[in-house]
Nanobody, 117 residues
């Protein structure tokens, strides 16, 4: 199972960006818990948003009201819609999925988001 994150880039504060996480080798059905994390140099990887097996999303307080996590089962892809970006959102973003059937947690490679002021 592989997760491929994409969509990072350089934007200005206040702008929007959408990250994608494409899965291969397994399906991201609603029973797969998936999430987006971010990490800056010298800091721990922190949870940004997750979507659980029940479908209810969970967000870090710092992104509530600005970010939306979603999954497209038909495209086997998870997205993170990021609006009203702030310079403090600058980070490397990682996606992960907790797959069943003995697969466990899989991480995608990071995608860099840079927000200029």
């Amino acid at each position: 199972v592989q997760l491929q994150a994409s969509g990072g880039g350089l934007v200005q504060a206040g702008e929007s960006l959408t990250l994608s996480c494409a899965a291969s080798g397994a399906s991201i059905f609603s029973d797969v818990t998936m999430g987006w994390y971010r990490q800056t140099p010298g800091n721990h990887r922190e949870l940004v948003a997750s979507i659980g097996r029940g479908g209810a999303p969970n967000y870090a307080d710092s992104v509530k009201g600005r970010f939306t996590i979603a999954r497209d089962v038909a495209k086997n892809t998870m997205m993170l819609h990021m609006n009203m970006l702030k310079p403090e959102d600058t980070s490397v973003y990682y996606c992960n999925g907790d797959f069943r059937g003995g697969i466990g947690v899989v991480w995608g490679q990071g995608t860099l988001v840079t927000v200029s002021s």
